[in-house]
């Protein structure tokens, strides 16, 4: 079993920067994949950004060149850097973390952006 717990998030105005952490903790594997997921209330889950082992990254449309997501495999951490923060980026943001065909999911934290 693997544990997710994340931090960050909270309220900034627009063009603001936040910064998201998750940890992992637990029985993980070397091979995964991280990442960050939001969810608005009625919406369906979004991919933010994605981060594997290999180091390859990916990006939601949306947030390419503000937003910036790193890692640390020995320490099974994944970060999300969110620059020029938008209204509509604002959402409940959710960690997860993809091993051993699994897919495990952090608690969520709230990221609101308005003036």
């Known amino acids: 079993q693997v544990q997710l717990v994340e931090s960050g998030g909270g309220l900034v105005q627009p063009g603001g920067s936040l910064r998201l952490s998750c940890a992992a903790s637990?029985?993980?594997?070397?091979?995964?994949?991280m990442g960050w997921y939001r969810q608005a209330p009625g919406k369906q889950r979004e991919l933010v950004a994605t981060?594997?082992?290999?180091?390859?990254?990916k990006y939601a449309d949306s947030v390419k060149g503000r937003f910036t997501i790193s890692g640390d495999n020995a320490k099974n951490t994944v970060d999300l850097q969110m620059n020029n923060l938008k209204p509509e980026d604002t959402d409940v943001y959710y960690c997860y973390r993809n091993e051993r065909g699994r897919t495990y999911w952090g608690q969520g934290t709230q990221v609101t952006v308005s003036s």
């Open positions: 637990g029985s993980t594997f070397s091979i995964n994949v």
């Open positions: 981060r594997a082992s290999n180091f390859f990254t």
